[in-house]
């Protein structure tokens, strides 16, 4: 790693726990497939993996990264290990970590039934405007994961109230392009890990560790050569807002829609150019679900801002705390982006008073 980088040995840490983590995911979710298991019918495959990659994170960070005390603020609680029946979800977390971290090789450790309960435990930090805090998405894009599509293991860090770093572990997308999805001749590696610290840049390498290259997002500065981003889920954005953002802007491509902050990594290398998120109202966003893919983006040139056009503020606990929805895009088409976004919100809500 580059000298000057003042968080390296966390970069160093960051890195190597979400690789560790996508491991044990990517052993549940070619189970899922095998089995042909579906979200529907049964969720346990889905919670195991939350549980194990989230308990590997943090057992890995509390390893290798030994400077202050140690708080995490990830998304899983213990709640479902409490349910009637979860004895035996108990077991194959134990079992399936276990497996993981033996094949790893990195660490000889075994972890006992009560030794996962209190791992998990670890994640329920706050977080804050003080002090250091890990912040963890075990696995972003859970329905993308069920489904065999898209998912993110995102790893940031919290530094007085501000994102420092930020890694997002994307096992199934490709290394270079999200252009190369379908799995074309191109011959694409799948498995990308994105990483940033402030002031220093982003980058990407491979998941099984070929030499980062530093990225950035596109230079592209007019809206009609531009393509945009969202969620898959039309549940967690509004798709017919997003249609009339891009209208207003003049975008001539289809959305782009796929599960996971792997969205901020391929905006960040300039997959596309914009990435437009607007949750249902009453939606409350989690800091877990944007930290790490946030500086990804800012450190590769982008900015990343509510639709307001305010910085996302991660200092305010596990919550974020901002007006309607998340834009980012690069600094040529953010002006014209934010335009647009607020005109079709005026619009919308127009709308909705005359009904
Ligand atoms: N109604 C809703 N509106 C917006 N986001 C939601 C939502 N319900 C869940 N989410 C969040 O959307 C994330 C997935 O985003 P995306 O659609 O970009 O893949 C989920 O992360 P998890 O999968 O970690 O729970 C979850 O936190
Ligand atoms: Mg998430
Ligand atoms: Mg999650
Ligand atoms: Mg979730």
Redesign the pocket.
């Known amino acids: 790693m580059a000298s000057g980088n003042p968080y390296a040995a966390e970069l160093a840490a960051a890195k190597k726990a979400v690789t560790l983590a996508a491991k044990l995911c990517q052993t549940v979710q070619q189970d899922i497939m095998h089995s042909g298991v579906q979200a529907k019918a049964d969720k346990s495959p889905v919670t195991v993996a939350d549980y194990g990659s989230q308990i590997l994170v943090g057992f890995s960070l509390k390893m290798d990264v030994s400077s202050g005390p140690f708080s995490l603020v990830a998304?899983e609680a213990l709640d479902e290990l409490r349910k009637d029946g979860a004895e035996e979800i108990l077991e194959d977390i134990t079992d399936l970590v276990n497996e993981t971290i033996f094949d790893d090789g990195s660490y000889n450790i075994s972890f006992t039934k009560e030794g996962i309960l209190s791992a998990i435990d670890d994640g329920k930090s706050e977080g804050g405007p003080s002090g250091r805090h890990w912040v963890l998405?075990p696995?972003?894009?859970?329905?993308?994961f069920l489904r065999g599509d898209q998912y993110a293991i995102a790893l940031a860090l919290l530094d007085e109230g501000k994102v420092v770093l930020g890694v997002l572990a994307c096992p199934n997308l490709p290394l270079s392009s999200i252009n190369n999805i379908n799995g074309n001749s191109s011959g694409d590696k799948v498995g990308a890990l994105f990483s940033a610290t402030i002031g220093c840049g982003a980058q990407v390498e491979s998941l099984d560790g070929s030499p980062p290259q530093k990225i950035s997002v596109c230079s592209i500065d007019n809206p009609v050569n531009a393509s945009f981003f969202e969620?898959?889920?039309s549940?967690?954005?509004m798709h017919d807002l997003t249609r009339s953002i891009a209208e207003k802007l003049g975008v001539q491509a289809p959305p782009v829609r796929i599960?996971?902050q792997a969205?901020y990594g391929a905006l960040a290398r300039g997959d596309g150019a914009i990435y437009l998120?607007f949750?249902?109202k009453g939606?409350r966003e989690?800091i877990w679900?944007h930290a790490g893919g946030s500086i990804v983006v800012t450190e590769a040139g982008g900015i990343v801002t509510d639709a307001a056009g305010k910085d996302l503020d991660f200092s305010k606990g596990r919550f974020l705390d901002l007006d309607t929805g998340i834009i980012a895009t690069n600094k040529e088409l953010m002006p014209s982006l934010l335009k647009a976004v607020q005109e079709a919100i005026k619009e919308t809500n127009q709308a909705a008073s005359l009904l």
């Open positions: 998304e998405d696995i972003d894009g859970t329905k993308g969620s898959y889920e549940a967690h954005s599960d996971s969205k998120r949750p249902h939606y989690k679900d």
